[in-house]
């Protein structure tokens, strides 16, 4: 490629990501509003259908984020002792690792959830 053919990718690219950016924000809007709009001809109120927050996200990604974390830390330490004679790279340990610890992160946080509705309507 020559200097004009990498100065025109370079001037298309920021175009395109421009006018895609713009899309998407219009999108989002427009179905925003499209979707307020709707509830109000059914005769419904908007302002009482607001997203409620749910109370055991914070507790889902942080042991979701740990079992991620122990997964890549224990992958690391079989990369440098138990794998260490071989050639290859262990990519693959990595990635099995990281999902099987951050699969049991989210078991756990499903464990913990269940439990708690679970002793929550018990107490009523």
Known sequence: MDNMDTANLGVMSGIIISVGLFAMIFGIVYLYKR???AMIERGM???RYKQRSAP???LKWGLLLIGAGVGLF????LDRTVFSRTEDDNVAIYFALIAIFGGLGLFASFRIEKKEV????EQE
Do not use: F
């Not at 224990?74 to 330490?77: F, I, P, Q, S, V």
């Not at 679970?118 to 309507?121: I, L, N, P, R, T």
């Open 35 to 37: 979707e307020r709009m």
């Open 45 to 47: 109120d908007p302002r």
């Open 56 to 58: 055991y996200q914070n």
């Open 74 to 77: 224990l992958a690391y330490t």
């Open 118 to 121: 679970a002793d929550k309507h």
